[in-house]
């Protein structure tokens, strides 16, 4: 799923959840800092199953078990541990760098019985989970194509298991430049 805040401002912060977990909360923080307005959208990438819990069954949970409380706060320092990561790789390590993680990532996630994979990821998402422009990720995308670590079929990315192995050796190179 995506989370996606708009900002008045009219610039878009993505969260892009990502985790191997069974689940994920949504509204969990906003609920325990006792915030009553939630200003995300909530987007489908994938078939999702969702469950609704009322704020009041929630906090009942949360005060009455320990066990929820502690399985909540550990997913919500995941949550916080993963974004912060982000953020730091995003402001810190370049956007070729950056850009070529996600796309190992998004790779190892849709490669399916060690044929190609096809990134299903819009630039548009792309630009917005790594807080870049549009015309940034063309750019990037550009530079690796003409380096043989992707190509472009029917307007779609796609990397070949020996593009992925190249990128994945030339990943790290990355982020001196």
């Known amino acids: 799923m995506r989370i996606v805040n708009e900002f008045d401002n009219g610039n878009v912060n993505v969260y892009a959840f990502t985790d ?19 200003d995300y959208t909530v987007e489908s990438v994938t078939n999702c199953t969702t469950l609704q819990m009322s704020r009041e069954d929630f906090l009942t949970c949360f005060e009455s078990s320990h066990v929820f409380a502690k399985e909540l706060a550990r997913t919500i320092a995941n949550k916080v541990h993963h974004r912060s990561s982000t953020i730091g790789e995003n402001i810190f390590y370049p956007i070729l760098y950056n850009m070529a993680s996600l796309l190992i990532q998004l790779a190892q996630e849709n490669t399916v019985d060690k044929k ?6 819009k ?3 792309m630009a917005e989970r790594l807080g870049i422009s549009i015309r940034s990720v063309n750019r990037v995308i550009k530079r690796l194509r003409e380096n043989h670590y992707l190509s472009i079929a029917k307007g779609k990315i796609v990397i070949e298991p020996e593009q992925l192995r190249r990128l994945m050796q030339a990943v790290d190179q990355f982020k001196q430049t």
């Open 123 to 125: 630039r548009q998402h």
């Open 116 to 121: 190609a994979a096809i990134i299903p990821l």
């Open 20 to 38: 191997t977990e069974p689940y994920t909360w949504i509204g969990d923080t906003e609920l325990l800092a006792g915030v009553h307005r939630y």
